[in-house]
């Protein structure tokens, strides 16, 4: 049987397995605390969280969690993200390691400074 597409985050949420589903859950409580104000949606397929702009998005893999607060707000982290999987504007957290949550909420807050002061758009 096939899964319906989600057309909300609970519902994205409620369709993930396990560790993805924990993992997930996780990440979107750590990014409630940095952006209570945002509205949460889907693009694209993944779990979103805007205000004036697109702030981050997260969604799970097969294997791993991806965390996307676009590149521009990765630079300034680069040293303390070494041991992680980069691509352009992601970081990938594997399943089998904790959340590295004062990494996280230090990116989040920047890019949510960068997107609210500086007025830097989504890029994707």
């Given at each position: 049987m096939d899964k319906k597409k989600p057309t909300n985050v609970e519902e994205y949420l409620e369709q993930l397995d396990g560790i993805a589903q924990e993992k997930c859950r996780e990440m979107r409580s750590i990014l409630r605390d940095i952006v209570p104000h945002a509205t949460e949606g889907l693009k694209w397929g993944k779990p979103v969280f805007e205000s004036e702009t697109i702030l981050f998005?997260?969604?799970a893999h097969k294997s791993h969690l991806s965390f996307v607060p676009?590149?521009?707000a990765l630079l300034p982290f680069s040293e303390e993200l070494a041991e992680y999987h980069l691509k352009k504007d992601s970081i990938q957290f594997s399943y089998d390691?904790?959340?590295p949550i004062k990494l996280i909420q230090k990116i989040a807050k920047y890019r949510k400074e960068d997107a609210e002061v500086r007025g830097a758009k989504w890029k994707y």
């Open positions: 998005a997260y969604a676009t590149g521009p390691k904790p959340l």
